[in-house]
C-alpha cells in the first residue's frame, strides 16, 4: 500500500511538472474564451481583398465568410456594409474585422480543437491527464489522516459547487 502511494505522488509530482506549459495555455485561452462575444483581447485588421467583378452583392457575404452579412447601402458601383465595402466594377473588397493576436488566436484554436484538427489528441491527453490529478490526488494521503478526511470533505463542497452553478 506505502509503495504504490510513493508511486502515484510521483507520478502525479512529475506529471503536474510536464503539463505546466499546457496548464498555462489552456488556464489563458479559457479566461479569454469567457470574453469572445465582446472585441476584449481583439486588434482591428483591415483586408483587401479582390473579388471577381460578377460577383453578386447577395453572395458577399458567402465569398467574404463574414456571417450574418447584410448590405447597408449601394451607390453607383459601391456596395456598403457593417464590415466594409466592394467595388462591383472592380472587385475590390475592403473589410474591417476584429482578430485576436497571432499567440492568442492559436491558444484559442488549441483549446477548442475537434477531430478535425492535427492536434486534437493533446486534449485528448490533457484531459485524461487532468482525470488523473482528480483520481490521484485521493492516494496522496492515508485515509486514516485528517488531511484525507478533510481532503474528502472539500471535494464534496467542490463538486456540489459546481453542480449548483451548472443549475443557476
Not at 504504490?4 to 502525479?12: A, K, P
Not at 488531511?147 to 451548472?166: E, H, P, Q, V, Y
Given at each position: 500500500?506505502?509503495?504504490?502511494?510513493?508511486?502515484?505522488?510521483?507520478?502525479?509530482?512529475?506529471?503536474?511538472?510536464?503539463?505546466?506549459?499546457?496548464?498555462?495555455?489552456?488556464?489563458?485561452?479559457?479566461?479569454?474564451?469567457?470574453?469572445?462575444?465582446?472585441?476584449?483581447?481583439?486588434?482591428?485588421?483591415?483586408?483587401?481583398?479582390?473579388?471577381?467583378k460578377d460577383t453578386q452583392t447577395k453572395d458577399l457575404g458567402k465569398v467574404?465568410?463574414?456571417?450574418?452579412?447584410?448590405?447597408?447601402?449601394?451607390?453607383?458601383?459601391?456596395?456598403?456594409?457593417?464590415?466594409?465595402?466592394?467595388?462591383?466594377?472592380?472587385?475590390?473588397?475592403?473589410?474591417?474585422?476584429?482578430?485576436?493576436?497571432?499567440?492568442?488566436?492559436?491558444?484559442?484554436?488549441?483549446?477548442?480543437?475537434?477531430?478535425?484538427?492535427?492536434?486534437?489528441?493533446?486534449?485528448?491527453?490533457?484531459?485524461?491527464?487532468?482525470?488523473f490529478f482528480v483520481i490521484s490526488s485521493f492516494w496522496m494521503f492515508l485515509?486514516?489522516?485528517?488531511?484525507?478526511?478533510?481532503?474528502?470533505?472539500?471535494?464534496?463542497?467542490?463538486?456540489?459547487?459546481?453542480?449548483?452553478?451548472?443549475?443557476?
Open positions: 500500500m506505502k509503495k504504490s502511494i510513493i508511486n502515484t505522488r510521483v507520478i502525479h509530482r512529475y506529471l503536474g511538472f510536464f503539463l505546466v506549459g499546457v496548464l498555462a495555455v489552456y488556464a489563458i485561452s479559457g479566461i479569454t474564451l469567457i470574453f469572445r462575444k465582446t472585441d476584449s483581447f481583439k486588434k482591428t485588421v483591415i483586408k483587401e481583398i479582390i473579388l471577381d467574404l465568410k463574414i456571417p450574418d452579412f447584410k448590405v447597408d447601402s449601394t451607390q453607383l458601383e459601391m456596395v456598403y456594409f457593417k464590415e466594409g465595402n466592394f467595388n462591383q466594377k472592380t472587385g475590390r473588397a475592403i473589410i474591417s474585422t476584429k482578430e485576436y493576436p497571432y499567440l492568442l488566436d492559436k491558444m484559442m484554436k488549441l483549446h477548442k480543437a475537434t477531430t478535425n484538427s492535427p492536434v486534437y489528441w493533446l486534449n485528448i491527453f490533457f484531459g485524461l491527464s487532468l482525470l485515509p486514516s489522516t485528517s488531511t484525507f478526511k478533510k481532503g474528502i470533505l472539500f471535494s464534496i463542497l467542490g463538486f456540489l459547487m459546481t453542480i449548483l452553478i451548472l443549475f443557476i
